[in-house]
């Protein structure tokens, strides 16, 4: 195979200029392009998160979105590269690139306001259509028709640009890690979408120097173009499904492996951008011979991260510590490297290089499409991760589908499976709970050492049999609710050893109850001793009383006669979890005529009047995401302008990865507001109780405001952040990491 980096064949023909100019050219305007198109996902998708809560399905979407566009783009790049002369494609796309420019610079397109019910999938999808459809198109369509403009140029390696694909990953990985480190800790999105214009038309300068370069190089370069015939060895529709299939694997992998670190971590350009990263830093080695590992090491390294990764993912650990936010990029990285190398091994001649971008683009849309819209309908969890994972054992280096073969090589393994099925099929009959995790990797291993499973059709049908007997195990066995909607997954259950029902999501809970004894005392982070506990208790004669974040209603309980309780509410699910008596009774039995205001607490709130509330608690975090938009200084004027004077806010900010309070404190010094921070530990009587440990904010107009509280001891001073104040603009949520 060629090398891809430092190409040696040349094909004779003259350069309008020096060869290392041309190339130099054509990288810089391919990188260029790449930078462009992949700032502006994580550079769009932060000015379109305030809208939806912070949802990490909001990224899920986008990336949806993106992918369907890049095929789109793709497929007009490879009717207009076979259809049309180099000068046809040069004036057509030079034609689209100007008129996709009027839509600049890029903002949220006027009069999209969020939905307040139902899944917000095509909402979001339609606004990014209406916000930056037309120049994403455009950019998406320069990568391959740059390569065939090379092709028409007489540079070297003409037949085989290739190269080109790997300047431009390298470019997108430019762009992805330059966003979180560089612009976003410095530029405002206002000043990051005029940057961005900027870059859009400098790019169309390079798009016309590249395009004069093709026409020119060659002397008979339009006439190649148009009368070339058609090469006989045209890719088989056999063909077609494996390369868009090896694409569609790490695209799901990648999304699936983002949603669950956005989910714990938070959603923020720092997380998407590392994640697509590393998928696209993979495409680099992958179409490189000098950088691509050995077929041996990639195999020696992927199929035991991935047998791992399953173990760990079928064995239900959910908590994401450092090491296992570490094997999570590893294992991404490894199994994209792996499929994107055996899509390199099978790339086609020049004259197809159109269609296989075309078939690859297909694949990642495909990825887009199935973990944003088919997963969230058929399954109540994250299982895409594992199945998605167990396919991925067929990518091995090297592997070649033969369809009798395979089969054949499956049988043994399939009669193996068989037996491990049925028993655990008579496990369960006798109501034993079999843990399905610990059989992969013994296995696996055991397998292994007798070299059952060096065929990838084995060690796949192995790990796939094994996800779907997990996945059968759980639901026959597991007594936990799961529910699934736009934002995140849900999961009610009973600790029958304390007697008592929980509400998560993510890893965090969300709310508690008793089911026996004193079932409508509040429990965990709103139990009595709590900080929220005692703010609530505090002002129990405030009649006017905003809760943003519903949970299982736990707060409920603490309404009285004629207090007048509103409650916000983004995700409908939620609502009707709390409202389920079958599940949690607080909203039944304390609140049952209180109305829950369906959408975004920012933008509902503000239909309220000045003074409206007496007392604003805001708990809306979902896991430990943090929801910035909702802590900015706009919010907050906001929700002082909502504030009695005489009236408190209290901010839960518990958090197992950021520290809130300084740049929250920052934010409330600016508009005017007092602010004190009690960190509770329960003492061991109190745990036993109910009460979790918690971290809360409680802000007011004066010192005065907080009554009682004031000079409460357990309440101290908040030191503000020495970083920039966070706006609608600007926030630098890396500073907050702890």
């Not at 049309?84 to 006027?110: E, G, K, W």
């Not at 740049?663 to 979790?692: N, R, S, W, Y």
Request: aromatic share 10%; glycine share 6%.
């Amino acid at each position: 195979m060629t090398d891809l980096t430092n190409p040696s064949e040349t094909t004779g023909r003259a350069l309008p200029l020096g060869e290392s100019t041309v190339k130099a050219a054509f990288i810089l305007t391919i990188c260029l392009s790449a930078l462009l198109l992949f700032l502006i996902q994580p550079m769009f998708s932060k000015m379109a998160l305030p809208l939806l809560g912070g949802a990490p399905n909001v990224w899920t979407t986008a990336m949806l979105f993106f992918q369907t566009i890049l095929l789109a783009g793709y497929a007009y790049a490879h009717w207009l590269g076979t259809r049309a002369s180099i000068n046809t494609q040069i004036i057509v796309h030079l034609s689209v690139t100007l008129l996709a420019s009027f839509s600049l610079p890029i903002a949220i397109a006027a009069g999209w306001s969020p939905p307040t019910t139902g899944d917000a999938t095509m909402w979001l999808l339609g606004l990014f259509a209406a916000s930056l459809g037309a120049p994403f198109f455009a950019l998406a369509a320069n990568a391959p028709l740059l390569q065939k403009w090379y092709a028409a140029s007489g540079g070297k390696n003409a037949d085989d640009p290739y190269f080109l694909y790997a300047a431009s990953n390298i470019g997108s990985f430019g762009a992805l890690m330059a966003y979180p480190f560089l612009l976003e800790p410095m530029f405002g999105a206002n000043a990051q979408s005029q940057a961005w214009t900027y870059g859009y038309f400098a790019l169309a300068i390079g798009l016309i120097g590249c395009g004069w370069i093709a026409t020119r190089g060659a002397e008979n370069a339009e006439q190649r173009a148009v009368e070339t015939p058609e090469p006989s060895a045209k890719p088989t529709h056999r063909e077609l499904a494996i390369w868009i299939a090896l694409a569609f694997l790490p695209s799901s992998l990648m999304l699936s492996i983002t949603a669950k670190i956005s989910t714990d971590v938070g959603s923020f350009p720092l997380i998407w951008t590392v994640t697509l990263a590393l998928y696209l830093l993979s495409y680099v080695f992958a179409f490189s011979d000098r950088l691509r590992p050995s077929a041996r090491v990639m195999r020696m390294v992927n199929v035991p991260l991935v047998i791992l990764s399953l173990a760990i993912a079928l064995g239900h650990a959910d908590a994401l510590g450092n090491i296992m936010l570490g094997i999570l990029c590893v294992l991404l990285f490894s199994v994209a490297l792996t499929c994107h190398a055996a899509l390199a091994d099978r790339r086609p001649p020049e004259a197809h290089l159109t269609r296989f971008y075309l078939a690859m683009s297909v694949g990642g849309a495909l990825g887009g499409l199935f973990n944003s819209v088919v997963a969230p309908l058929i399954f109540n969890d994250v299982y895409e991760y594992p199945i998605v994972l167990a396919l991925a054992l067929l990518a091995a280096p090297g592997a070649k589908f033969a369809l009798r073969e395979d089969v054949k090589a499956a049988l043994p393994v399939a009669a193996l499976i068989a037996a491990l099925v049925g028993l655990v099929a008579a496990l369960i009959a006798f109501e034993v709970a079999p843990d399905i995790a610990i059989f992969l990797p013994i296995l696996w291993f055991v397998g292994f050492a007798f070299g059952w499973f060096k065929h990838p059709i084995r060690q796949a049908v192995l790990a796939v049999t094994l996800v779907a007997a997990s996945l059968g195990a759980q639901i026959f066995t597991d007594d936990q609710i799961k529910e699934r909607s736009f934002f995140g997954v849900y999961k009610v259950w009973t600790q029958d050893d304390q007697a008592i029902r929980r509400l998560a999501h993510g890893t965090t809970v969300h709310g508690s109850q008793r089911l026996s004894g004193d079932v409508l005392k509040p429990l965990s982070y709103y139990h009595l001793k709590t900080p929220l506990g005692q703010i609530t208790e505090a002002r129990a004669k405030d009649h006017r009383v905003a809760v943003v974040g519903l949970g299982a209603g736990s707060l409920a309980c603490y309404h009285r006669g004629s207090v007048d309780w509103t409650f916000y509410e983004i995700d409908p699910l939620v609502d009707r979890i709390a409202r389920n008596p079958d599940m949690f009774t607080f909203m039944s039995e304390c609140a049952d005529d209180t109305p829950t205001v369906l959408g975004d607490a920012r933008l509902r709130m503000t239909e309220k009047d000045a003074g409206a509330f007496d007392l604003i608690i805001l708990d809306a975090f979902s896991s430990d995401a943090v929801p910035v938009h909702l802590l900015t200084v706009e919010a907050m004027r906001m929700y002082r302008e909502k504030l009695a004077d005489g009236g408190v806010m209290a901010i839960h900010i518990s958090n197992r990865y950021f520290d809130l309070a300084p740049p929250i404190a920052k934010v409330a010094a600016t508009v005017g507001m007092q602010i004190k921070l009690q960190k509770f530990q329960p003492t061991a009587e109190e745990f036993t109780d109910g009460a979790f440990p918690s971290h809360v904010l409680m802000l007011a107009k004066s010192h005065a405001a907080f009554g009682a509280l004031a000079e409460d001891t357990r309440w101290g001073p908040v030191s503000p952040s020495d970083d920039s104040v966070w706006t609608d603009d600007y926030a630098n949520v890396l500073a907050a990491l702890k």
